[in-house]
């Protein structure tokens, strides 16, 4: 089981931390490429809001299962934890602030993001709010890519290594 939740752990990061990071590449590249052609900045955010959207949905499979798989391993780590070493404290914390913000991300910004969006056109309000909105989703879904490397590279960082 300890081996199951170790895969489930490192596919759920790397899915958390490598498409958030894709997401993130590719809008910024259709939106500067929207800026070249006169397109306003809110307006190509907005164009490209489909792809969070939809991304949000499977970060948060994702970071479901990586809230899943770090309990497993902690139930089987119970003995070495009393210990407590620094390292694995600092994954386990750095796992548990990437699903978290992965979570707020998926579940409160993302949902009111889609709602302001359909207004935007009519409302000049929304276009403020869809702004709010767009800067809290940036410094969130920073969180989720930041600890998702984080949790990812602390156990190699970690481990001691054997010299010849």
Known sequence: MQMFAR????ISLAMLFGGSTATVFAAITLISAAKAQGVPVAEAAAANAPVFIEFSKVALVFAITLVVAEAI???GDLKSLEKGTRWRMARYFSSIVCAISTFIFALAIVPQMEDVRVLMKTDESAKQQFQKLHEASRLIFTGTIVFALASLVLPVIS????SD
Not at 7 to 10: G, H, T
Not at 159 to 162: A, C, D, M, V
């Open 7 to 10: 895969i489930l752990r490192l």
């Open 73 to 75: 391993e902690i139930k």
């Open 159 to 162: 481990t001691k290594r054997i």
